[in-house]
């Protein structure tokens, strides 16, 4: 596996005026792992307010690496690479959350980016499927699923958004995804958990690639705002 992302060597970062806690979202930022801010093979130190940091004290199950300031997951091993959070971070049915992230996968199968168990994940299902699963009051899953192939292998910036009402947005590299008629319950308002990075419950659908930068918000996140959060990760990690 490369532990390269295909850019450049140097470090992508580069400068934004707009940070993800300005106009009031420091509050409902639950989890930022920060581009090259306090990461480690088993520490990522959350930039968010929250302190809800993400380690992996068992030096067998940490990532292999560091790359351009995010971590390298690399599942060609025998022992799983995975990170999990201090505490669990919770949303009940019927609210929102927005999911941003930045990342460059080697696989596009079953590549988990949150869960707290079998019944409670977000994950890259194929290339052109994204799943997540609830469980409040009762499970839930979702299966958006789009004609065009918009995860690739190249450095990408993901989101997934959830208003009250439950209809589940999908963009990639600031694009939003139109979902074909095969999609399956795009309207899901169950509430769910999340404490594993990297991993469904810590025993399988294990990321295999680099995460760069993630941030988890109890908000739904939508119009100008929406457009300089897509902004700020373009052109730090100058995705076009």
Not at 197 to 220: C, V
Request: hydrophobic content about 35%; aromatic content about 10%; proline content about 4%.
């Amino acid at each position: 596996m490369s532990l390269g992302l295909g850019i450049t060597n140097e470090l992508l970062e580069t400068p934004t005026d707009w940070i993800p806690t300005d106009e009031g979202l420091g509050s409902p930022l639950q989890l930022w792992l920060q581009n090259n801010v306090q990461v480690t093979v088993n520490r990522w130190s959350d930039s968010s307010n929250k302190q809800n940091h993400t380690i992996q004290e068992s030096e067998a199950n940490q990532p292999s690496g560091i790359n351009n300031g995010g971590l390298v997951f690399d599942q060609s091993g025998t022992d799983k690479q995975y990170l999990d959070l201090t505490s669990s971070i919770g949303i009940a049915e019927n609210a929102p959350f927005s999911l941003f992230f930045a990342a460059r996968l080697d696989d596009l199968t079953n590549e988990t980016i949150l869960s707290d168990s079998n019944s409670e994940f977000i994950e890259i299902l194929r290339n052109n499927q994204f799943r997540f699963k609830g469980n409040v009051p009762g499970a839930k899953t979702s299966v958006l699923k789009t004609d065009a192939t918009p995860f690739t292998t190249s450095p990408m910036i993901v989101s997934l958004i959830r208003p009250t009402s439950g209809e589940l947005e999908w963009y990639v590299d600031g694009d939003y995804i139109e979902l074909n008629a095969s999609t399956t319950n795009g309207t899901n308002t169950a509430g769910f958990d999340f404490q594993n990075i990297g991993s469904r419950n810590d025993s399988d659908r294990f990321l295999d690639g680099t995460i760069m930068e993630l941030l988890f918000y109890k908000e739904y996140i939508t119009g100008s705002t929406l457009t300089r959060m897509h902004t700020y990760l373009k052109e730090k990690f100058n995705i076009s």
